[in-house]
């Protein structure tokens, strides 16, 4: 198995300055009863042996909060010279948190109150002064392990709580032993595939060449695998840790986005398709749901795309799951043959153009209610418009990409490189400097971006979205899938 690199820096897991505790001390890592692992990278994540530990600004406390980036940090003054303290009840056998501070000590979103205490439980997460200041998972080592996870997995990784969860599976945050660095584990159960007796072997073997071939894919804009466990019940996927939640969420949060600001991710979103592309690789699924922001600022967010190349071996169930949910994305030539036949990579170039005209209207192009059509048949045959009174403010340059994309026949569609040959794309230098900035961050770059767009309040957690923007009109969809003309989240 490959090692994974280190995404956020925490220090390591290994211990504070006072009583270092080496993972491979046997001794030491018998005493550990409890880890407080880091969720932000200033803060130093920590082995529990003692009984009794405090956090704060405060020189007396276990945890000093004094380097130079917590120093720096808009929270610095909200921290209490005693924040909080950890206790564990040897004779009662329980861990508590004792909230010392002025701001508040919250436990998974819940304020403790000044002197009050709140029973620890295993992956509790524990917040500073806001609830959205997230800086510590509490790890109970004594919890019973998830006897379903190899152990080979467990040995490497601590499995903490559930982030999400697909069609297929959970995805927990994990920390590395030793770094404390973080993942995402994605587990996906094998008893989805349907892929029994003699054919289990080819499949098994399918899932491996896939799996090498992913581990070996390094694009700022592909989310990154680094490391894969395959057992006859499910297969652990270790990718990179991606914060700013979907890009799905953030066009329901925002009604829509400017074109200022959907070039700006849909240049993002090329990019990463043409790097699949080029390494021979076709998404097939394509969507919002698959597109990750690392940032809560649309503005300023680096995307990552998701979910590709599992669908080689996921494929005919996710198809056939993706028949009777919606089929949005689907590229026509998928949906006549009931992804029978045999297709291109023009399909994802059909999914991203529906994915451009979404960002920038925020509904979809086919709908139940447009026509009268059935949805399928639209699709089949390209029928969708671009009615004045959502498009009148878009450009015809936009539009004509789009046309172009969502082009019936895939022998005339744009290949990926025609697409960023486009002059909506390859005509807007500004744009093109700001995304390469983001996926470059320390090259530099000799030309400052400049951004003319109006920057949206960020979708912060600490700032409440914004309502979806609702149009009436007769041509914009209202089925079931997209309610209110908003996009309707696509899971299997
Ligand atoms: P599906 O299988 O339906 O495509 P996923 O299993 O990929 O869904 O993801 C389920 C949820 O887990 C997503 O909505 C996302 O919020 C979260 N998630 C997936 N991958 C990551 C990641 N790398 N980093 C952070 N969160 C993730």
Redesign the pocket.
């Known amino acids: 198995m490959a090692d994974p690199l280190p995404t956020q820096r925490t220090q390591g897991c290994d211990g504070i300055d006072d009583g270092v505790v080496s993972e491979d001390d046997g001794i030491q890592e018998s005493k550990i009863w409890g880890r407080l692992l880091s969720i932000n990278k200033h803060f130093p994540s920590v082995n529990l042996i003692d009984n009794e530990y405090s956090l704060g600004r405060g020189k007396k406390c276990s945890i000093v909060l004094e380097s130079k980036e917590i120093q720096a940090s808009k929270y610095y003054l909200t921290y209490s010279s005693t924040h909080f303290k950890i206790i564990r009840d040897t004779i009662k056998n329980y861990v508590y948190i004792q909230d010392l501070s002025s701001n508040g000590t919250y436990v998974n979103g819940e304020k403790i109150g000044k002197n009050k205490r709140h029973i620890l439980n295993n992956n509790a997460e524990i917040a500073l002064a806001s609830k959205t200041h997230r800086v510590y998972v509490y790890i109970d080592t004594n919890a019973t392990e998830d006897s379903t996870v190899p152990l080979n997995v467990r040995e490497k990784y601590i499995i903490s709580k559930e ?7 959970e ?1 927990k945050l994990c920390f590395i032993r030793g770094t404390c660095d973080r993942f ?1 584990m ?1 587990i996906i159960a094998k008893k989805h595939f349907t892929v029994m007796g003699a054919h289990a072997h080819t499949f098994n073997q399918q899932i491996q060449s896939e799996c090498s071939i992913l581990r070996g894919l390094d694009h700022p804009c592909i ?1 990154r695998v680094y490391d894969v466990y395959d057992t006859s019940d499910a297969v652990y996927i270790v ?5 700013g ?2 890009l799905f969420d953030r066009i329901v949060a925002n009604g829509q986005f400017d074109e200022i600001t959907s070039k700006f991710l849909f240049r993002q979103m090329c990019l990463g398709v043409k790097y699949l592309h080029d390494h021979s690789i076709t998404h097939r699924d394509l969507k919002p ?2 597109v ?1 922001l690392t940032s809560p600022d649309t503005n300023e967010t680096l995307i990552k795309i ?2 590709f190349g599992l669908s080689r071996f996921i494929n005919e169930t996710t198809l056939m799951k993706t028949f009777c949910g919606t089929p949005n994305y689907l590229a026509p030539e998928v949906l006549s043959t009931r992804g029978e036949a045999s297709y291109t990579n023009k399909v994802d170039i059909w999914s991203l153009g529906v994915i451009l005209y979404i960002c920038l209207v925020g509904y979809p192009p086919f709908s139940e209610s447009i026509s009268g059509t059935p949805l399928n048949d639209q699709i089949i045959k390209g029928l969708y418009t671009f009615p004045d009174e959502f498009w009148s403010e878009v450009s015809e340059s936009a539009k004509d990409l789009i046309r172009k994309m969502m082009c019936v026949d895939p022998t005339k569609r744009l290949t990926i490189n025609d697409v960023l040959e486009h002059p909506w794309l390859v005509d807007d230098h500004d744009n093109t400097t700001r995304v390469d900035k983001i996926m470059h961050p320390s090259k530099v770059i000799s030309t400052p971006p400049t951004i003319t767009s109006v920057k949206r309040p960020a979708c912060d957690d600490d700032t409440p979205l914004s309502e979806p923007c609702t149009k009436p009109t007769d041509e914009k969809p209202t089925e079931s899938n997209y309610s209110s003309g908003r996009p309707k989240r696509v ?1 299997h």
Do not use: C, H, S
């Open positions: 982030i999400g969860r697909g069609a297929y599976g995805v995402a994605k989310i990718l990179e840790l991606v914060e939640g979907e749901e698959n990750l998701t979910d899971k």
